[in-house]
């Protein structure tokens, strides 16, 4: 199984500041025969389902502000929240469809100071 | 609108059997993997398995394969989370999800889940 290792476990920063969430998987996620990574991010609120915030590592999808974005290829990937609302107080996962089974990292956690 | 409406929320002893289900409603059914999620109380989301209604190809994640089974009804839009013989740790929310497109993808729309107790 690929394993998705996530960092930090959790971060507290001030409104307007720029939250960064890394993810690093065991294996690389990136197809080489299209170039892309298999690799999403999940915004997930206490009781609801994960979000889908962005696929193939950097694609965010419709409706996701643009505060959100992802970089990375490979094993290393960064989810930046540009400046940081209220409203982005969530648990944040990445995950990996390159290989079945399917894997999650273990959440980051992101609160307001 | 696409929606994924799933069954509502049970409350079973081991050894029981039971099948929980996501009904898919705007959108061609057979055109998307559905998969099934388990997160645990406090716990992050573990996919189980994915099924590609149309043509029933299932995969399952080494950790739920044997205890239990994936299946879809293409005529009534519907995919199934069966297990046989339930046991106090499959008490979870179950969350169905649906793939952006029919190849391995994020999963862009999920049901609001439903909630499995197992108690004796």
């Known amino acids: 199984d690929i394993v998705m290792t996530q960092s930090p476990d959790s971060l507290a920063l001030s409104l307007g500041e720029r939250a960064t969430i890394n993810c690093k998987s065991s294996?690389?996620?990136?197809?080489?025969?299209?170039?892309?990574?298999?690799l999403a991010w999940y915004q997930q609120k206490p009781g609801q389902p994960p979000k889908l915030l962005l696929h193939?590592?950097?694609t965010r999808e419709s409706g996701v502000p643009d505060r959100f974005s992802g970089s990375g290829s490979g094993t290393d990937f960064t989810l930046t929240i540009s400046s940081l609302q209220a409203g982005d107080v969530a648990v944040y996962y990445c995950q990996q469809y390159y290989s079945t089974p399917w894997t999650f990292g273990q959440g980051t956690k992101v609160e307001i100071k | 609108e696409v929606q994924l409406v799933q069954s509502g929320a049970e409350v079973k002893k081991p050894g029981e059997s039971l099948k929980i289900s996501c009904k898919g409603s705007g959108y061609s059914f057979t055109n998307y993997w559905i998969g099934w999620v388990r997160q645990m109380p406090g716990k992050g989301p573990e996919w189980m398995g994915v099924?590609?209604?149309?043509?029933?190809?299932?995969k399952y994640s080494p950790s739920f394969r044997g205890h239990v089974t994936i299946s879809a009804d293409m005529s009534i839009a519907t995919a199934y989370l069966q297990w046989s013989s339930l046991k106090a740790s499959d008490t979870a929310k179950y969350y169905c999800a649906r793939g952006v497109g029919a190849e391995p993808s994020g999963a862009d729309y999920w049901g609001l889940g439903t909630l499995v107790t197992v108690s004796s």
């Open positions: 193939w590592a950097s």
């Open positions: 099924i590609y209604p149309g043509d029933s190809d299932t």
């Open positions: 294996q690389s996620v990136l197809y080489s025969s299209n170039n892309k990574n298999y």
